[in-house]
């Protein structure tokens, strides 16, 4: 799988837009690019992903360039609650993969 | 929406102890994983399994055996417990296998080995 790159720590008001963003410039055409989270003391929590699309659902819009070597994970109003370590993953294979997560980056949403 | 639901949350046991961690989903997803997590190592496959009365190795299996007797149902089993095995054990499961079915998490089992 690629390798990707984060910065380690982010701050974000309240209310405001949270972009994060993700490089993985040596994707290869069948990985999918995958965001979770990890709020304190819980488990990884499933947000996003996507292809070469750009895609929304009621979490957050994930933005894949075109060429695919970079993306941005959106949280369009945040809130305290997302407050967590947020990893960008890339995904290739068929059957059972194990996720391999990095280490993230750390959003801080201020008040 | 329960999803995927661990059981026990936490557990402190003494070396050479045996105990069973459940984990139930009800998204009636095929594939189901167990992970540890540790500090600084990031998630790790321990086993996995791809459907009812299945089960293979993952990363890092040796210690654990699993059960998938049901599909809803996947256990972890620590024969005989070390300290080594101290870790937050999560669940996971996933409709599918392959890079576009997303795996959906537990909140996690605390295990403690004195």
């Known amino acids: 799988d690629a390798k990707t790159t984060q910065p380690p720590s982010m701050d974000c008001a309240e209310g405001r837009a949270a972009n994060l963003p993700c490089n993985h410039s040596?994707?290869?055409?069948?990985?999918?690019v995958y965001w979770y989270r990890q709020i304190h003391s819980q488990g990884p929590q499933y947000i996003i992903h996507?292809?070469?699309n750009n895609e929304t659902n009621e979490m957050a819009s994930l933005i894949i360039t075109e060429d695919r070597k970079s993306s941005t994970l959106i949280l369009p109003h945040a809130t305290l609650r997302d407050t967590a370590v947020y990893y960008c993953?890339?995904?290739?294979?068929?059957?059972?993969?194990?996720?391999?997560f990095g280490k993230g980056t750390h959003l801080i949403i201020q008040p | 929406n329960a999803g995927v639901t661990q059981t026990p949350k936490f557990r402190v046991l003494k070396t050479g102890q045996s105990m069973t961690l459940l984990c139930a989903q009800d998204?009636?997803?095929?594939?189901m994983y167990w992970y540890r997590q540790d500090p600084g190592m990031g998630l790790r496959l321990i086993h996995y399994?791809?459907?009812?009365?299945?089960?293979a190795k993952g990363e890092v299996p040796d210690g654990y055996n699993v059960s998938r007797l049901k599909k809803q149902n996947f256990l972890l089993g620590l024969e005989s417990a070390a300290p080594s095995q101290t870790s937050v054990y999560f669940c996971?499961?996933?409709?599918?296998?392959?890079?576009?079915?997303?795996?959906?998490f537990g909140d996690g089992t605390r295990l403690s080995i004195l």
């Open positions: 040596t994707i290869s055409g069948n990985e999918y």
């Open positions: 998204m009636n997803h095929e594939y």
């Open positions: 993953i890339v995904r290739v294979g068929e059957g059972a993969d194990g996720l391999t």
């Open positions: 996971a499961s996933s409709y599918a296998g392959g890079s576009n079915q997303p795996q959906h």
């Open positions: 996507g292809l070469k």
């Open positions: 399994s791809v459907g009812e009365g299945t089960t």
